[in-house]
């Protein structure tokens, strides 16, 4: 995934949630300077935190009972996951 991609996926994320710029800083356990850094391209975004953010996005629509808060490049995996459990697999 290119680093473009990248930003505006978590940007995509961020706004889905709802959440600030700060929010989101704070969710991550990061300054915001530092969040904006990767909002704004100054720097690439480790894939950590992007599975951390993702993992946010999958217990806010939990939380919400909202499967649109999950990232689009999750929901099949989390759907098939889901009917997985569902027949006790």
């Given at each position: 995934?290119?680093?473009?991609?990248?930003?505006q996926?978590?940007?995509a994320?961020?706004?889905?949630?709802?959440?600030?710029?700060?929010?989101?800083?704070?969710?991550i356990?990061?300054?915001?300077?530092?969040?904006?850094?990767?909002?704004?391209?100054?720097?690439?975004?480790?894939?950590?935190?992007?599975?951390?953010?993702?993992r946010?996005?999958?217990?806010?629509?939990?939380?919400?009972?909202?499967?649109?808060?999950?990232?689009?490049?999750?929901r099949?995996?989390?759907?098939?996951?889901?009917r997985m459990?569902?027949?006790g697999?």
């Amino acid at each position: 995934m290119s680093e473009h991609h990248k930003t505006q996926e978590l940007i995509a994320i961020r706004a889905a949630l709802g959440f600030t710029q700060s929010r989101m800083a704070h969710e991550i356990d990061m300054n915001l300077r530092d969040y904006q850094a990767f909002e704004w391209g100054e720097t690439e975004i480790p894939d950590l935190y992007m599975r951390a953010i993702e993992r946010i996005a999958m217990l806010h629509a939990v939380r919400h009972r909202n499967p649109m808060l999950v990232p689009p490049a999750l929901r099949t995996e989390a759907v098939q996951f889901a009917r997985m459990v569902e027949a006790g697999a």
